[in-house]
């Protein structure tokens, strides 16, 4: 088993839909949680810090679920401009070590 | 403006013959870290530093080295490159303090080792 697994992509939705990424880890003891984005043959970026109260940035909601050991992402009201590769990364104790899940595509069509 | 910056972006070479992948930083961040990506794996991380001096491997460190003697620098070395590193490699960085900071990547460095 994958140390973070992602949902399989490719996610195609049309503009204005809700869509909903989940990303699980393995690892009990991690500590830091992050959604980035990564356009094609570009630098990932970071989309946003996961909180585990959760936290929204306009659009975008993040969740963390340590008892199941996941992470979310939510993108309410989609853009085309969100068609992008969602990458979930998680950082163990220490912080130093980190591990990224493969992305899931997501493709926004009008 | 602050930046990752790596050179080159992009390189082809033949099997054997030694390459620097150079990575530098001017956000005075502790923390740097090489990472490739290939299809369908994702980002793996190579190699990190926690500070000068301070390196440790990440998950597939076999075939590169690196080092750390500058804060703002960490160069990627490929002493003997093989056709199986063909990937595309991005250096970043963070400040290190309690693990929760975001990492900054460079633009990438596409790879081709033929």
Not at chain 1, 42 to 62: H, W
Not at chain 1, 74 to 84: E, G, H, N, T
Not at chain 2, 17 to 32: A, D, G, I, P, R
Not at chain 2, 95 to 102: P, Q
Request: aromatic share 12%; glycine share 8%; charged share 20%.
């Amino acid at each position: 088993r994958k140390e973070v697994e992602q949902d399989p992509g490719p996610f195609n939705v049309p503009e204005g839909a809700t869509v909903a990424f989940n990303c699980t880890y393995s690892n009990s003891a991690s500590q830091s949680f992050f959604w980035y984005r990564q356009d094609c043959r570009k630098e990932p970026k970071l989309l946003m810090s996961v909180y585990s109260s959760g936290n929204e940035d306009g659009r975008f909601t993040a969740q963390l679920n340590r008892a199941s050991q996941y992470i979310s992402l939510l993108i309410r009201d989609s853009k085309l401009s969100d068609s992008a590769t969602y990458l979930c990364a998680v950082r163990g104790t220490g912080g130093f070590k980190t591990i990224f899940g493969a992305g899931t595509r997501l493709f926004v069509k009008a | 403006e602050a930046q990752v910056t790596q050179n080159p972006r992009y390189l082809i070479t033949v099997t054997g013959k030694k390459l620097t992948v150079t990575c530098s930083q001017n956000m005075n961040h502790e923390y740097m870290s090489w990472y490739r990506q290939d299809p369908g794996l994702g980002l793996r991380q190579i190699y990190y530093s926690m500070n000068v001096e301070v390196t440790d491997k990440g998950d597939v460190p076999e075939g590169y080295k690196v080092s750390r003697k500058e804060k703002r620098n960490f160069p990627l070395i490929l002493e003997s490159p093989s056709p199986n590193q063909t990937s595309l490699y991005f250096c970043a960085s963070s400040f290190s303090e309690g693990g929760s900071h975001e990492q900054y990547f460079g633009p990438g460095t596409r790879l081709t080792v033929t």
